[in-house]
């Protein structure tokens, strides 16, 4: 009897250990664009003549309210055993001065578009998810009631994944906190689930990226160019099917000229259980076709779903 206990009490503590290091995704909260317009926290710009903008994040955490709930809703998140990346100080991180000095020109002048502060602050951040925040505060006599949106978003693809929203009970409370607190409290296991399901399929089926392959014009070869007895195209069709989990990958259009992956799916994690993102997947191949076949190439990336390699030369 005594040994069934104790093997009873060691398959209990495995599995307790296991479900303790089931690994997170690491959530970053950032007010949402809507917030951000309402609120005046927006870098405006001209694009194709008209009047464009985004987020200024900076601006938005000097607003008390916002940062305070910000900080809540990381508490909340935390006490459910999700790593957080901190909105604020990953701005600090960033020269915030020489990004707005970069504002985003019209395409008209001839100008490239600059990289916004979103995504400078994103792609810095790497988080896993991005979860959003709006929230309205409306008075009526000494009550207060809150409305709000939690929009969780997938950074590399944009999709929204979990959503929960509502209006808070009336309260006497002055505290947008608290309001806020009260209002969400009860939806966020729901709400964190949603969050921990679409990782747990990331991490067992990969995250959704795009890849492009190109060819600069002035490079004598292109995809259908053979190396060691076959095309082009079908050796980086092959890295693809031998890099992706579980071969997943979609090549929308491919011509001698280009190559257009589409719902590649990449590893959450290296080798080195390093996160993976899709520059560091492309740079891979990038490395691939130069140590074997010699191939010079440039990595572009747009954001952190999307990359291209031109090749011909860097």
Known sequence: MNRIIFILALVLCYNSLAFSQAKKPTIMVVPSTTWCYDNDCVITYENYGEEDFVPNFRKALLNSDLKLAIVKLGELMADRGFPLKDLEQTTKSINQKAIEDRAIQSKASGSSVAVSTYEEIINRAKADIIMELTYTVKQSG?????????????????????AASGTGAPSFSADVVVLLEEAVLNYMDGFTSQLQNYFDDLFENGRETGVT????????????????????????EEWMEANTVKGRFSLSDATENLMVFEQVRIPLYDEKESAMDTRKFVRNLQKYLKTTYSIDS?????????AQLILGEK
């Open 213 to 236: 392959i190109k060819r600069f014009a002035n490079w004598n070869k292109d995809l259908e160019s053979e190396f060691g007895g076959k095309e082009l195209s079908e050796i980086i």
């Open 142 to 162: 000494p009550r207060k009631t809150i409305s709000y949106i939690l929009a969780g978003k997938d950074p590399y693809t944009n999709k929204q994944i979990a």
């Open 298 to 306: 440039k990595l572009v990336t747009k954001g952190l779903g999307e």
